[in-house]
C-alpha cells in the first residue's frame, strides 16, 4: 500500500506542475502546440532529454541488459552520445530557423512545403501516427509492467497504464506543450536523482557493487563483455537506430519551441553525458539480475525481462523507498508520452482538420487537437492490453521505421537536387521494406544473438539502405524543384539574415 | 577560432571510430571492481564526446546574442 501512496502523491503534484503550466498559457494555437517559440537552453535540455529517455531507456535497457550483457549500452547509450547531438546540431537547428522564417509547426507542412507536394503530406501522416503509436505503447506497457512488479501483482498493468494515460491527458489537453515542457523538466530532474539512487540502494542491498558484479562474474561470466553474445556487424548496425530521433514528430515540435538556435548549445554538449547517467545504473542492474538469477535468488524467466527493473526495486528496497524508485521510473515514461500525445494532436490539428477548414478558430484548433489526444490515449491504452513484445524490441523496430525516413529530413535541409518523386519513393520504400521485415521477424526461429538479424545485422540497415536508394534514384530522374522554393530553403547569408 | 566543416566532420569520424571498441571485445576483466572494462569504456566516451560537442557547438554554432528573444 506504501508504495501505492508515495506513486498517487507523485502524480499529483505532477499534475500540479503540469496545470501551472496553464497558468501561463496564452490561449493561441501557436502558444498551445509551440509555447510561442519561447523555450530557453535548460528547459529545452531537459525536455528533448527527457523526451528521448522513455520506458526503453530504464525498463527496457535493464531488461535486455538482463539477457544479452554490457554490450547493450554501447548498443544504445553511447551511439546516442555522437549521433543523438549531430542530429540535434544538423538537423534541429535548421528545421528551427525554417519553422521559424517559414512557419512551419507540423513535419508535415515542412516537407509538403519543401518538396511541393500535398501527396506526400498525405502519405507521410499515416507513417509517422503509426510510428509514433508502438512508441507509445513502449511507455504504457512499461508503466504496466513496473508497477505490477512493484505491487507484486496487486494492481494490474492495464489499471497502471489507464491512470498514467489519464494524468498525461488532463494536463496536455489544458496547456499544450508549454505544460509539457514544465511537466518534462520536473520529470527529468526526478528520474535523473531517482535513477542514481536507485542504483545504490540495490548495490547496497546487494552487498555493495563489488560484490553483486562478483556474483555475475562468477555464475554469469559472459554478460561482463559482448564475446559472442553481440557480434561486431551487429553492434555497428545500430548506430543507425539512433539516427531515429531526426525524425520523431515529438522532437520536431520541442524543437521549434525554441527561443533561438543559441538554445540548441547546451542539449548537444550535455546529452551524451544524461544519457550516460540514467543508462549505466540499468544495465548494470540488469546484469546483476542476471547473477541473482544464476544463484537462484531472483525467479525470472528472460521471457518477462520487461519486470527485471520492477523486481529489482520491489525485492531489495522497502515500501517508501520502492515508491519513490518507481515514480522516478513512471517520471521517464510519462516525460515522453506526454510530447507524444501532443504531437499526435498537432499533426492532426495542422495536417488533416486545417487542411479541410482553412477558417477553423484559434478556439476549435486547440479543441480538435484536444479530442485527438484524447482518442489516441485511449486507443493505446486499448492497443497495450493486447501487446506481449519485449520493449526494447518493440522500442527498436519503432526507431527502425524513422531511420528509414531520415534521408528525406537530410536531403529537404541539405540536398538542393532532392525532389517529390525522390521523397515519395523514400516514404514508400521504407513502408514496404519495413512491413516485409517485421512480418519476416514474427516467424518461429527468426531470431539470432537475442534479436532479428538480416545478413548479421540489423534490419535498420537495409531499411535505411533501400530509403536512400530510392530517394537518390527518385530524386536524379525527376525534374528537380522550383527556383522560388529553392530560394525559401536555401537561402544566401543575406536573406537568411 | 572557427572550425571548418572538413575539421568537423574529422572529429565525428574519429569519435564514431572510438565507439567500435574491438580491443575490449572479449575482456571481461573489472574496473574499480565493479565496472567490465567494456562498460567503462563507454561510460569514458560520454565524457569524450561530450567535450568533442562542446569543442564543435563553441565553434561552429551560434552563440547567445542579445537579439534573442527573451
Same mark, same amino acid.
Given at each position: 500500500?506504501?508504495?501505492?501512496?508515495?506513486?498517487?502523491?507523485?502524480?499529483?503534484?505532477?499534475?500540479?506542475?503540469?496545470?501551472?503550466?496553464?497558468?501561463?498559457?496564452?490561449?493561441?494555437?501557436?502558444?498551445?502546440?509551440?509555447?510561442?517559440?519561447?523555450?530557453?537552453?535548460?528547459?529545452?535540455?531537459?525536455?528533448?532529454?527527457?523526451?528521448?529517455?522513455?520506458?526503453?531507456?530504464?525498463?527496457?535497457?535493464?531488461?535486455?541488459?538482463?539477457?544479452?550483457?554490457?554490450?547493450?549500452?554501447?548498443?544504445?547509450?553511447?551511439?546516442?552520445?555522437?549521433?543523438?547531438?549531430?542530429?540535434?546540431?544538423?538537423?534541429?537547428?535548421?528545421?528551427?530557423?525554417?519553422?521559424?522564417?517559414?512557419?512551419?509547426?507540423?513535419?508535415?507542412?515542412?516537407?509538403?512545403?519543401?518538396?511541393?507536394?500535398?501527396?506526400?503530406?498525405?502519405?507521410?501522416?499515416?507513417?509517422?501516427?503509426?510510428?509514433?503509436?508502438?512508441?507509445?505503447?513502449?511507455?504504457?506497457?512499461?508503466?504496466?509492467?513496473?508497477?505490477?512488479?512493484?505491487?507484486?501483482?496487486?494492481?494490474?498493468?492495464?489499471?497502471?497504464?489507464?491512470?498514467?494515460?489519464?494524468?498525461?491527458?488532463?494536463?496536455?489537453?489544458?496547456?499544450?506543450?508549454?505544460?509539457?515542457?514544465?511537466?518534462?523538466?520536473?520529470?527529468?530532474?526526478?528520474?535523473?536523482?531517482?535513477?542514481?539512487?536507485?542504483?545504490?540502494?540495490?548495490?547496497?542491498?546487494?552487498?555493495?557493487?563489488?560484490?553483486?558484479?562478483?556474483?555475475?562474474?562468477?555464475?554469469?561470466?559472459?554478460?561482463?563483455?559482448?564475446?559472442?553474445?553481440?557480434?561486431?556487424?551487429?553492434?555497428?548496425?545500430?548506430?543507425?537506430?539512433?539516427?531515429?530521433?531526426?525524425?520523431?514528430?515529438?522532437?520536431?515540435?520541442?524543437?521549434?519551441?525554441?527561443?533561438?538556435?543559441?538554445?540548441?548549445?547546451?542539449?548537444?554538449?550535455?546529452?551524451?553525458?544524461?544519457?550516460?547517467?540514467?543508462?549505466?545504473?540499468?544495465?548494470?542492474?540488469?546484469?546483476?539480475?542476471?547473477?541473482?538469477?544464476?544463484?537462484?535468488?531472483?525467479?525470472?524467466?528472460?521471457?518477462?525481462?520487461?519486470?527485471?527493473?520492477?523486481?529489482?526495486?520491489?525485492?531489495?528496497?522497502?515500501?517508501?523507498?520502492?515508491?519513490?524508485?518507481? &515514480?522516478?521510473? =513512471? !517520471?521517464?515514461?510519462?516525460? *515522453? #508520452?506526454? +510530447?507524444?500525445?501532443?504531437?499526435?494532436? /498537432?499533426?492532426?490539428?495542422?495536417?488533416?482538420?486545417?487542411?479541410?477548414?482553412?477558417?477553423?478558430?484559434?478556439?476549435?484548433?486547440?479543441?480538435?487537437?484536444?479530442?485527438?489526444?484524447?482518442?489516441?490515449?485511449?486507443?493505446?491504452?486499448?492497443?497495450?492490453?493486447?501487446?506481449?513484445?519485449?520493449?526494447?524490441?518493440?522500442?527498436?523496430?519503432?526507431?527502425?521505421?524513422?531511420?528509414?525516413?531520415?534521408?528525406?529530413?537530410?536531403?529537404?535541409?541539405?540536398?538542393?537536387?532532392?525532389?517529390?518523386?525522390?521523397?515519395?519513393?523514400?516514404?514508400?520504400?521504407?513502408?514496404?521494406?519495413?512491413?516485409?521485415?517485421?512480418?519476416?521477424?514474427?516467424?518461429?526461429?527468426?531470431?539470432?544473438?537475442?534479436?532479428?538479424?538480416?545478413?548479421?545485422?540489423?534490419?535498420?540497415?537495409?531499411?535505411?539502405? &533501400?530509403?536512400? =536508394? !530510392?530517394?537518390?534514384?527518385? *530524386? #536524379?530522374? +525527376?525534374?528537380?524543384?522550383?527556383?522560388? /522554393?529553392?530560394?525559401?530553403?536555401?537561402?544566401?547569408?543575406?536573406?537568411?539574415? | 577560432?572557427?572550425?571548418?566543416?572538413?575539421?568537423?566532420?574529422?572529429?565525428?569520424?574519429?569519435?564514431?571510430?572510438?565507439?567500435?571498441?574491438?580491443?575490449?571485445?572479449?575482456?571481461?576483466?573489472?574496473?574499480?571492481?565493479?565496472?567490465?572494462?567494456?562498460?567503462?569504456?563507454?561510460?569514458?566516451?560520454?565524457?569524450?564526446?561530450?567535450?568533442?560537442?562542446?569543442?564543435?557547438?563553441?565553434?561552429?554554432?551560434?552563440?547567445?546574442?542579445?537579439?534573442?528573444?527573451?
Amino acid at each position: 500500500m506504501t508504495p501505492l501512496i508515495v506513486i498517487g502523491g507523485y502524480l499529483g503534484l505532477l499534475l500540479g506542475v503540469g496545470l501551472l503550466g496553464h497558468r501561463l498559457f496564452r490561449g493561441t494555437s501557436t502558444d498551445y502546440f509551440l509555447a510561442s517559440r519561447s523555450i530557453g537552453p535548460f528547459m529545452l535540455l531537459m525536455s528533448l532529454f527527457g523526451t528521448t529517455m522513455t520506458a526503453f531507456a530504464l525498463v527496457g535497457s535493464t531488461g535486455k541488459a538482463y539477457v544479452l550483457g554490457i554490450g547493450v549500452f554501447g548498443l544504445m547509450a553511447s551511439w546516442a552520445a555522437i549521433v543523438h547531438p549531430a542530429m540535434f546540431h544538423f538537423v534541429g537547428r535548421r528545421v528551427w530557423d525554417l519553422g521559424h522564417r517559414l512557419g512551419h509547426v507540423t513535419q508535415v507542412q515542412l516537407f509538403r512545403d519543401r518538396f511541393e507536394s500535398p501527396l506526400l503530406g498525405a502519405l507521410l501522416f499515416p507513417i509517422l501516427v503509426g510510428l509514433v503509436i508502438p512508441y507509445l505503447l513502449i511507455g504504457v506497457l512499461g508503466a504496466g509492467a513496473t508497477v505490477a512488479a512493484v505491487t507484486k501483482g496487486a494492481v494490474s498493468p492495464a489499471l497502471t497504464s489507464a491512470v498514467v494515460s489519464a494524468v498525461v491527458l488532463v494536463y496536455v489537453s489544458f496547456g499544450g506543450i508549454r505544460a509539457a515542457t514544465f511537466a518534462n523538466t520536473f520529470q527529468t530532474l526526478v528520474f535523473l536523482a531517482v535513477g542514481v539512487l536507485t542504483f545504490f540502494t540495490i548495490a547496497d542491498a546487494l552487498g555493495g557493487a563489488e560484490a553483486a558484479t562478483a556474483r555475475t562474474a562468477l555464475l554469469r561470466p559472459e554478460l561482463l563483455s559482448r564475446g559472442d553474445l553481440i557480434t561486431q556487424p551487429h553492434f555497428l548496425s545500430y548506430a543507425l537506430v539512433g539516427m531515429s530521433v531526426g525524425m520523431f514528430p515529438h522532437l520536431f515540435q520541442h524543437w521549434l519551441t525554441a527561443r533561438s538556435s543559441s538554445a540548441f548549445n547546451l542539449s548537444i554538449v550535455w546529452h551524451p553525458l544524461l544519457v550516460m547517467l540514467v543508462w549505466l545504473p540499468c544495465v548494470m542492474m540488469g546484469v546483476w539480475a542476471a547473477g541473482l538469477h544464476a544463484s537462484g535468488e531472483l525467479a525470472l524467466p528472460p521471457a518477462k525481462a520487461n519486470a527485471v527493473l520492477g523486481i529489482m526495486v520491489a525485492h531489495f528496497t522497502g515500501p517508501w523507498m520502492s515508491g519513490v524508485l518507481t &515514480a522516478g521510473i =513512471l !517520471a521517464a515514461i510519462m516525460s *515522453s #508520452l506526454d +510530447s507524444q500525445f501532443l504531437a499526435l494532436g /498537432t499533426m492532426f490539428t495542422e495536417d488533416i482538420a486545417a487542411r479541410i477548414d482553412e477558417n477553423l478558430s484559434e478556439t476549435k484548433k486547440i479543441w480538435m487537437a484536444r479530442g485527438f489526444i484524447a482518442a489516441i490515449v485511449i486507443g493505446t491504452w486499448l492497443l497495450s492490453l493486447f501487446t506481449t513484445r519485449g520493449i526494447f524490441d518493440l522500442g527498436v523496430w519503432c526507431f527502425s521505421g524513422f531511420t528509414g525516413l531520415t534521408p528525406l529530413v537530410i536531403a529537404a535541409l541539405y540536398w538542393r537536387r532532392a525532389t517529390r518523386i525522390g521523397a515519395i519513393a523514400c516514404v514508400l520504400t521504407t513502408a514496404v521494406a519495413w512491413t516485409t521485415l517485421f512480418i519476416a521477424s514474427l516467424q518461429p526461429g527468426a531470431a539470432e544473438h537475442g534479436e532479428f538479424l538480416v545478413g548479421g545485422v540489423m534490419p535498420v540497415v537495409w531499411i535505411f539502405g &533501400a530509403s536512400s =536508394l !530510392a530517394l537518390v534514384v527518385g *530524386s #536524379l530522374l +525527376s525534374t528537380p524543384p522550383s527556383d522560388a /522554393t529553392l530560394a525559401r530553403y536555401f537561402p544566401g547569408p543575406e536573406e537568411a539574415a | 577560432m572557427r572550425l571548418s566543416a572538413a575539421a568537423v566532420a574529422t572529429l565525428l569520424t574519429i569519435l564514431a571510430i572510438l565507439h567500435h571498441d574491438f580491443w575490449w571485445w572479449n575482456d571481461a576483466s573489472l574496473v574499480l571492481d565493479w565496472i567490465p572494462v567494456g562498460l567503462a569504456w563507454h561510460v569514458f566516451y560520454a565524457f569524450l564526446a561530450s567535450a568533442v560537442w562542446a569543442v564543435i557547438v563553441s565553434s561552429t554554432g551560434p552563440q547567445d546574442s542579445p537579439g534573442d528573444t527573451p
